[in-house]
């Protein structure tokens, strides 16, 4: 299972992209299944792992932000768990209970030590600490947790994959589950310098070096940012940015050509899918989701929708697509079926396996997806929560409890606010959101009552770690 980190869904050629080059995953793709319509369960990263991890919603399991992130702007802070909870069963439990080896490779963020990787269910622990990030870049020497610094120079994804690769050609008899969460493409955004002069080529030759890259928008809503706007970038031509990708695609290149001559491809599933859109508006703005809106820390569709492929040989047939809507919390079951395990419905009690869609089935007995993100995000948007329900997706924003329709089948950019003309619709929709909220007790940010004064400067503006009080986490 191939998880990356701030993967948007239009950066792989399969998926759109014409400035990025990811012909092994394009490869990929063809030989399994596009799930287009696939969402990660929140629009930053914490809170997807979570939920892959568990099974279960972020606001179901209790992490509903990246840890331990929790600015406030107009409405204060929710608070929330910095660690998985005990008391959950996660994947790599599941998988170890029924035989498989578990390793995990790259980035955990789940947590401090004692709640790592080898702490939850997993024989192997590479590069998984407490870190969202590289703290010391991607050339070597790291720094990094339980992961030995490299000659000078080595590059990060290169490393992780040679790791994983010893992994899989050391193997042994026993089944294996591979959790490779890679550090790429998140910030800091670098690369080999070979790639990123290719690229420097590649977009002047395209004359994209010649366009206007970003659009400078408005002010940002969470009071650390007050001072600063948001930068939307308005096309792809980031030529580091295209070097990781390039890079990270030759890498996984590298695992799904290890697996062919372990002789194993054939009875391997492998999944690749992101933990949240790709960052677009802030932080160096390093890519563009469109045709989607906005990117990672929004509601919009740039924030949750992710490329996501899997490939099955004899189970999922080549060059196949589903629009079905999927999401995070399904790998869990789908694992475990695809391993021929028995399911475990109180613990992924939000996902549904994805089997039957891998099969060539047309649907899920789902009603409805849902996410829950009552935080301000370091991209620019205000807390808020979501459903989609067939082609059709309902935003509430918690600031001013104003709520947004929109048809993804005809509207897949969300121009077109429907919410005045489909008032029927708008409230079916909102019951049903507000009782899956309701549920599982998923917290709602309260008025800030120092917000005046935090703008003005007169009082300080909290942006700390949020515990949820009488917990022990």
């Given at each position: 299972?191939f998880?990356?980190?701030?993967?948007?869904w239009?950066?792989l050629g399969?998926f759109?992209?014409?400035?990025?080059e990811?012909?092994?995953?394009?490869?990929?793709?063809?030989?399994?299944?596009r799930f287009?319509?696939a969402?990660?369960?929140?629009?930053?990263?914490s809170?997807?792992?979570?939920?892959?991890?568990?099974g279960?919603?972020?606001?179901?399991?209790?992490?509903?932000?990246y840890?331990?992130?929790?600015?406030w702007g107009?409405?204060?802070?929710?608070?929330?768990?910095?660690?998985?909870?005990?008391g959950?069963?996660t994947i790599?439990?599941?998988m170890?209970?029924?035989?498989y080896q578990?390793?995990?490779?790259?980035?955990?963020?789940?947590?401090?030590?004692?709640?790592w990787p080898?702490?939850?269910?997993?024989d192997?622990?590479i590069?998984?600490g407490?870190w969202?990030?590289?703290?010391?870049?991607?050339f070597?020497?790291?720094?990094m947790?339980?992961?030995e610094?490299?000659?000078?120079?080595?590059y990060?994804?290169?490393r992780?994959?040679?790791?994983?690769?010893?992994?899989?050609r050391g193997?042994?008899?026993l089944?294996?589950f591979?959790?490779?969460a890679?550090?790429?493409v998140?910030t800091p955004?670098?690369?080999?310098?070979?790639l990123?002069?290719?690229?420097?080529?590649?977009?002047?030759a395209?004359?994209l070096?010649?366009q206007?890259e970003f659009?400078?928008?408005e002010?940002?809503?969470?009071l650390?940012?007050?001072?600063q706007?948001?930068k939307?970038?308005?096309l792809?031509?980031?030529?580091?940015?295209?070097a990781?990708?390039e890079n990270?695609?030759?890498?996984?290149?590298?695992?799904?050509?290890a697996l062919?001559?372990?002789?194993?491809?054939d009875?391997t599933?492998v999944?690749?899918?992101s933990d949240?859109?790709?960052?677009?508006?802030?932080?160096g703005?390093?890519?563009?989701?469109?045709?989607?809106?906005e990117g990672?820390?929004?509601?919009y569709?740039?924030?949750?929708?992710?490329?996501?492929?899997?490939?099955?040989p004899?189970v999922?047939?080549?060059?196949?697509?589903t629009?079905?809507?999927?999401?995070?919390?399904?790998?869990?079951?789908?694992?475990?079926?695809?391993a021929?395990?028995?399911l475990?419905p109180?613990?992924?009690?939000?996902?549904?396996?994805?089997?039957?869609l891998?099969r060539g089935?047309d649907?899920?007995e789902?009603?409805?997806i849902?996410?829950h993100y009552p935080?301000?995000?370091?991209?620019?948007?205000?807390?808020?929560?979501?459903?989609?329900?067939?082609?059709?997706?309902l935003?509430?924003?918690?600031?001013?409890?104003?709520?947004?329709?929109?048809?993804?089948?005809e509207?897949l950019?969300?121009?077109?606010?429907?919410?005045?003309?489909?008032?029927?619709?708008?409230e079916?929709?909102?019951?049903?959101l507000?009782d899956w909220r309701?549920?599982?007790?998923a917290?709602i940010?309260?008025?800030n009552?120092?917000?005046?004064a935090m703008?003005?400067?007169?009082l300080?503006?909290?942006?700390g770690a949020g515990?949820?009080?009488?917990?022990?986490h």
């Amino acid at each position: 299972m191939f998880l990356i980190d701030d993967l948007g869904w239009a950066d792989l050629g399969c998926f759109g992209s014409s400035f990025y080059e990811t012909p092994n995953l394009d490869r990929l793709a063809a030989q399994g299944m596009r799930f287009t319509d696939a969402y990660a369960s929140c629009p930053v990263c914490s809170p997807t792992r979570a939920s892959i991890m568990t099974g279960k919603y972020p606001a179901n399991v209790g992490i509903t932000n990246y840890i331990p992130g929790n600015a406030w702007g107009k409405l204060m802070g929710v608070p929330y768990f910095h660690e998985l909870p005990r008391g959950e069963t996660t994947i790599a439990d599941a998988m170890r209970s029924g035989g498989y080896q578990t390793w995990h490779v790259g980035k955990w963020h789940l947590g401090p030590e004692g709640n790592w990787p080898d702490d939850r269910g997993f024989d192997v622990n590479i590069a998984g600490g407490h870190w969202g990030m590289p703290q010391k870049g991607f050339f070597s020497p790291y720094h990094m947790h339980r992961l030995e610094d490299g000659p000078e120079g080595e590059y990060l994804t290169d490393r992780l994959t040679s790791e994983a690769l010893s992994l899989i050609r050391g193997r042994g008899d026993l089944p294996f589950f591979l959790h490779f969460a890679h550090y790429a493409v998140h910030t800091p955004i670098q690369a080999p310098a070979e790639l990123v002069e290719k690229y420097k080529q590649k977009a002047a030759a395209l004359g994209l070096d010649q366009q206007e890259e970003f659009e400078e928008g408005e002010f940002f809503s969470c009071l650390h940012k007050k001072d600063q706007r948001i930068k939307r970038r308005l096309l792809q031509s980031n030529p580091t940015y295209a070097a990781m990708i390039e890079n990270l695609d030759s890498n996984i290149g590298r695992v799904l050509a290890a697996l062919e001559e372990e002789g194993i491809a054939d009875n391997t599933l492998v999944i690749f899918t992101s933990d949240n859109g790709g960052l677009s508006t802030a932080e160096g703005s390093p890519t563009c989701n469109a045709p989607l809106l906005e990117g990672k820390g929004w509601m919009y569709e740039g924030g949750n929708r992710v490329c996501q492929i899997m490939r099955w040989p004899g189970v999922i047939r080549a060059g196949s697509t589903t629009g079905v809507p999927v999401t995070s919390t399904d790998f869990f079951p789908t694992c475990l079926e695809a391993a021929g395990l028995a399911l475990m419905p109180q613990q992924h009690e939000d996902g549904v396996s994805l089997v039957p869609l891998m099969r060539g089935g047309d649907r899920l007995e789902r009603e409805a997806i849902f996410w829950h993100y009552p935080h301000y995000s370091n991209q620019g948007d205000t807390p808020a929560c979501a459903v989609r329900a067939g082609d059709w997706k309902l935003i509430e924003h918690f600031e001013d409890g104003r709520l947004e329709l929109f048809n993804l089948r005809e509207d897949l950019g969300e121009m077109r606010d429907l919410a005045g003309a489909e008032p029927h619709r708008v409230e079916r929709m909102y019951r049903q959101l507000d009782d899956w909220r309701q549920s599982i007790e998923a917290r709602i940010p309260d008025v800030n009552p120092d917000y005046d004064a935090m703008l003005a400067g007169e009082l300080p503006c909290p942006n700390g770690a949020g515990i949820i009080p009488g917990s022990d986490h």
